[in-house]
Every structure is written in C-alpha cells, then in structure tokens.
C-alpha cells in the first residue's frame, strides 16, 4: 500500500530565511505528487505537483519541490519565508496509474513557524 | 478557477442526530471525495465517488454514507452522530486527465454534543 512519510511534525524558520519541508513516500509505481497549503481554518490549496517530466517543479507562493526517484523523496523549498507562510503543509501521492478515483495518500503535515 | 462549496462552515449536532454535509463543484469534475481531518490523523478519506450514484468505501466508511445523484453534487451523511464523529470534514473534486489533481473545499467543522 502507498503511504507518505512527513518526518518534521513543527518546523521553526525565521522570517527571510530559506525552507525545506522533507517528504517521503512507499509507491509501487510511478507517483503524482503533489504539495498542499492548508491555513488556519481553510481548506486545502495546491501549491504544486509532479507528475512527469523535470523533476524540478514551480509552483505557486514562490515554492519549488524536486523529485528524487532513488531517495523516494519529494522536498518543498522555499529560498526566503515570508510571515504569511505559516500554515499546514501536507504532502500526497497520488493513486495508481491505471487510472480509478481511489484519492490521495496524504501524509500527517508539517505545520510550519514563523518568527519574526 | 474551480470552485468546492461546502454548505456549513461550522455545524453544531446532538449525538443521535442525523446530520448531512452537501458538497458542490462547479467545474464538471467526474470524481469527488469526503476525507475528514483530525489533529496528528491527517486527511482520512471517508468515501469517495467516481460518477453519478457510484460510490466507493475509503480508508474509514464506518459511520457513514453518501450520496450523488447529480455529478456536481456529493452528499455526507451521518445516520446518527456520535462524539466520535467531531471532525473536520473537507470534500474534494478532480478530473482524471488532470493527474487526479484534487481541488478542495473550504471544509465544515463539525462538533457532535
């Protein structure tokens, strides 16, 4: 079975400086990616996603992830932290390629800090 | 821009009571999903539903149904609420040929007295 691994339950950053969210994941095939925002309150937001190609993704917010096949891993980076950014963070691997709408596999979250 | 409606943002139950939690898309979305959310639990997925009257158990049914008689329309239902069941509830909708992108609902958090 799928599962994703967010090892950093909290995460503490000061404000301007750089982030790196780890995520892991177990797949037996090829993964969609994806990393989701959740603020206090709210529902989730996508902030990017692979699927294929680059393993170096852009999304929105100025965050980027990388996949890394060999270390089964799908890091989110952010080079400078703004206030706003404190929030929920979760990781999710999506369902098998061969297609049938049985969700994604959401790790716990990483719930992010920031200091002033 | 795709849009999840969920009809409460706050709902307040009895235990025993039946309680139902609507949920609309307005993007033609052929898939929609229940999860609900509890503090170091993540996101469970409850049901999920791939087309119209088509439903599909997911990790943690029990004490649940649903409900799509239209595609953009995807019901919870609580037969009868227990104290077990207060919980954020968040729907979700996605298109197969989008990579099962799954776009989300501000949720309803629900507390069952």
């Known amino acids: 079975a799928q599962s994703v691994t967010q090892p950093d339950i909290h995460i503490t950053v000061s404000e301007g400086a750089s982030l790196e969210l780890r995520c892991n994941y177990s797949y037996g095939a090829t993964p969609y990616l994806f990393w989701y925002v959740q603020s206090p309150g709210q529902g989730l937001q996508l902030l990017l996603k692979y699927f294929s190609g680059d393993t170096l993704v852009q999304g929105i917010k100025g965050f980027e992830a990388e996949f890394k096949r060999s270390q089964s891993s799908f890091n989110l980076r952010k080079p400078s932290v703004h206030w706003s950014d404190a929030a929920e963070y979760f990781c999710a691997v999506g369902p098998y390629s061969g297609g049938g709408a049985d969700g994604l596999t959401f790790g716990k979250g990483t719930h992010l800090i920031i200091q002033p | 821009d795709v849009k999840v409606t969920q009809s409460s943002r706050y709902l307040v139950k009895r235990t025993g009571e039946k309680v139902f939690l609507e949920c609309v898309q307005d993007?033609?979305?052929?898939?929609m999903f229940w999860y609900r959310q509890d503090p170091g639990l993540g996101l469970r997925l409850i049901y999920f539903?791939?087309?119209?009257?088509?439903?599909e158990k997911g990790d943690i049914p029990e004490g649940y149904s649903v409900s799509r008689e239209k595609k953009e329309r995807f019901s919870l239902i609580l037969e009868s609420a227990s104290t077990n069941q207060t919980s954020m509830y968040l729907c979700?909708?996605?298109?197969?040929?989008?990579?099962?992108?799954?776009?989300f609902g501000p949720g309803t958090r629900l507390l069952v007295l």
């Open positions: 979700a909708s996605s298109r197969p040929a989008d990579q099962e992108t799954q776009y």
């Open positions: 993007m033609d979305h052929e898939n």
């Open positions: 539903s791939y087309d119209v009257k088509m439903k």
